[in-house]
């Protein structure tokens, strides 16, 4: 069996045997639920509160609810990802484990990219489930079905995964402990998020993938060229500088 | 003649730290070396930079011919065993050892019976345990079974004795012993005993110099000196004499005498001074009442290299 597979079956079962999926899966389905739910009840919430008018100005629209589910998972399972993966390899570099695999006939390149493999698997398994919890959700509450539309919204959405995960797996491998890395792979978050509020400037970077999935919706597929070539050239960016870092390093 | 490990004027530093000075190194084929020195004197260095897992600030290092660059550890084919061994520990032992045998491309059949023999020799068949619950020394033991998975022709073991028992030692050491002649062994210890038991070579490195680097059979007999504490009785004018008269012998390198009266002696000839000794105490109208030998052992020679400053 090629050694990739090898490795990437370790991670794969690795991922299960801790308390990785376990997080991943809570975070992202809890926002699933929780985010329409929530949304739905909200006016009703408010109007028990005694606030007048305030219920009148919610946007109860498809489009409300994913922006709100979006912005959720956006917040906090994007950023369970990025911390997950912010600690795939630099964690088998301090633990030692590492050296004994790397002496084990598999290249650095291999290594790096299985592990990113690995993540961005159990990653879509989770974002699958948690979609499809979602839209479930979206039927039983406003009777909206899912079509080809939020199919689209939902994989443009996924994309902005894939690139974090690629930022996180490239922290791994640079930062010299976990905090470190951590801290890198922060890093990368604050800056999409950054650079999504300058004008002009955000339309070039992968965080107009948010929007984009919110106006695919409603079948509007302008603008969309541009944040998703950024978006894949930033995931594949940060899997060469992660990839090029490791293999200079001395373990 | 084709070496197994061959390290040419190699130097190693970190920042204005020195770990590793001009070290130039030739095993053959099917030596067994230990490798020396106090805590600090460059042989974990030396070893990573021989698995490729760190780069030498300068010099060459070939394992079985092959140049050594970092990052293509994978190509060595090199036994490894850190001195701090980790393991995916949601594994146990014999999964941990079938993942090994399958990265290294062997086929399922040398896998199954290579983990047997390697878990039967180890005292770990049979445990079920994930590897999280093992103690250091069942960890040290996976780690020296990891190393051998492959059948490597070169196998590098840092510190592979310590965190074990007595019993775990003598396996290893003995797994070793049975390794001579086939597969080359670089191992770093601080155990001279075990040095002394094993290897046909020894490295004695201090403070990133290679202090010495010859067989065991040759240094010993090189630098072989022996102790002798003898007590005598008699007059005291006799023993001040015959101490003067020892410390003339050419075979006697020097005599002192201790607040307990007994004549401490270091012979280069053990043989001669066992022959003259008590011929001259007669000489001098003295009676023999104690006389011991202690050969100097590889750990007087390793604490004179070392100790110098």
Request: include cysteine; proline fraction near 3%.
């Amino acid at each position: 069996m090629n050694n990739f597979i090898v490795f990437l079956k370790k991670e794969l079962k690795e991922f299960v045997k801790t308390w990785k999926l376990l997080i991943l899966l809570a975070l992202f389905i809890v926002n699933s639920f929780m985010s329409p739910i929530l949304y739905y009840y909200m006016p009703k919430l408010l109007e028990l509160s005694g606030l007048p008018g305030a219920a009148e100005q919610f946007d109860m629209s498809l489009a409300s609810y994913y922006t709100q589910y979006y912005g959720n998972q956006f917040q906090s399972g994007f950023l369970a990802l990025i911390f997950i993966t912010c600690l795939a390899v630099v964690r088998e570099k301090k633990k030692g484990t590492a050296i004994l695999t790397l002496t084990k006939n598999i290249s650095r390149p291999t290594f790096v990219l299985a592990k990113y493999i690995s993540y961005v698997i159990w990653y879509t398994v989770v974002y699958v489930v948690s979609s499809a919890a979602f839209a479930a959700m979206i039927k039983v509450l406003i009777n909206e079905s899912i079509n080809k539309h939020t199919i689209a919204s939902f994989g443009l959405f996924y994309l902005i995964g894939i690139m974090f995960a690629a930022g996180a797996i490239f922290a791994s491998c640079i930062g010299k402990n976990t905090i470190v890395s951590c801290l890198i792979g922060f890093g990368v978050y604050i800056a999409v998020f950054i650079l999504a509020a300058i004008p002009y400037v955000n339309k070039f970077t992968p965080a107009m993938l948010l929007d984009n999935s919110i106006t695919a919706l409603s079948g509007n597929y302008e603008n969309l060229l541009i944040p998703l070539l950024t978006c894949i050239g930033c995931t594949v960016l940060f899997l060469v500088l992660g990839i090029v870092s490791f293999e200079k390093q001395e373990l | 003649m084709e070496y197994a490990i061959e390290i040419n004027n190699v130097t190693k530093k970190f920042g204005d730290v020195t770990a590793v000075d001009n070290l130039s190194v030739k095993l053959p084929k099917g030596t067994i070396c230990g490798f020396v020195g106090p805590n600090g004197a460059g042989k974990t260095t030396t070893i990573k930079m021989l698995m490729g897992l760190i780069k030498p600030t300068s010099g060459e290092l070939f394992v079985n011919g092959v140049k050594v660059k970092s990052g293509l550890e994978r190509k060595l084919h090199v036994g490894y065993l850190p001195d701090v061994p980790g393991f995916y520990d949601w594994m146990t032992a014999e999964q941990y050892l079938h993942f090994c045998g399958k990265l290294l491309q062997m086929d399922k059949e040398d896998i199954r019976k290579r983990t047997a023999e390697l878990l039967e020799r180890f005292g770990l068949s049979g445990v079920k345990t994930k590897i999280k619950g093992y103690s250091r020394g069942m960890k040290q033991r996976l780690g020296i079974a990891q190393a051998l998975i492959g059948d490597p022709s070169v196998v590098l073991l840092d510190e592979p004795a310590s965190a074990l028992d007595p019993i775990g030692r003598k396996a290893i050491f003995d797994l070793i012993l049975s390794l001579k002649g086939k597969v080359t062994v670089l191992f770093s210890t601080h155990i001279i005993a075990d040095v002394e038991r094993v290897c046909d070579t020894v490295l004695i490195m201090d403070k990133g110099v290679l202090k010495v680097n010859t067989e065991i059979n040759e240094l010993t007999a090189k630098q072989a000196e022996h102790i002798i504490n003898m007590s005598v009785k008699g007059e005291d004018e006799s023993i001040n004499t015959l101490v003067s008269t020892l410390e003339n012998k050419e075979y006697i390198k020097s005599v002192g005498r201790n607040q307990n009266g007994i004549i401490q002696i270091v012979a280069l000839d053990d043989m001669l001074a066992g022959r003259e000794i008590p011929a001259l105490i007669n000489e001098h109208s003295l009676a023999l009442m104690n006389y011991n030998v202690q050969t100097r052992r590889l750990e007087s020679i390793f604490l004179e290299v070392v100790s110098h400053e």
